[in-house]
Each structure stands twice: as C-alpha cells, then as structure tokens.
C-alpha cells in the first residue's frame, strides 16, 4: 500500500533487498513463477499464484504494510506487449 513515509524508490530498494538477503535462498526453485510480496517494515510476507491473494492475505496480518511484490524467479512480475513472427513459406 503506497505510504507517505516512503516513496517509491524506497519502497523497491527496501522490498529488493529483504528477498535478497532473506528470502530468495528460502523460497526459489520450489516456488518459481508465483508471486511474493514483503511488507517493508516488519519482514512478513506471503506466496501465492496470484499477486491479489498475496496481497489480500498479507494485509488480513498487517492492515498498515508497506508493501513490495514480485514474482519469484523472474525479472519482472509481468510482461506487457507480445513478440510477432513471421512465418515464411
């Protein structure tokens, strides 16, 4: 949830690095493609296949996160656009 105590950036720096340092080790390959997301100011997090739940549930335990998200083991949560071929005969 965005929070006046933060701006963006900080949000991104601070989410990055508590998967980095904590969590990456834990939770990659067994849960690859799913989405995490961190609450920034206590360290709680939830998995979940859908980036909503995640959230849902993590605000349910923390109504006031501060919250980061990603999807585990890509470099993006999503993908935007899509990539044409042509197909020559």
């Known amino acids: 949830m965005p929070s006046a105590k933060y701006i963006s950036e900080e949000v991104a720096s601070k989410g990055n690095t508590i ?3 904590q969590l990456q080790g834990m939770v990659e390959p067994e ?7 961190i609450d920034i100011e206590t360290g709680a ?6 980036d ?3 959230t849902k549930r993590l605000l ?3 109504p006031n996160a501060v919250i980061y998200g990603l999807r ?4 993006s949560a999503y993908r ?3 990539r044409f071929t ?4």
């Open 80 to 82: 935007i656009g899509g």
């Open 31 to 37: 849960h690859s493609g799913s989405f995490l997301v």
């Open 52 to 54: 909503l739940m995640a």
């Open 86 to 89: 042509v197909n020559q005969k």
């Open 60 to 62: 349910a335990r923390y």
């Open 19 to 21: 998967y980095r340092q």
């Open 45 to 50: 997090y939830e998995i979940a296949v859908d």
């Open 72 to 75: 585990i083991g890509f470099p």
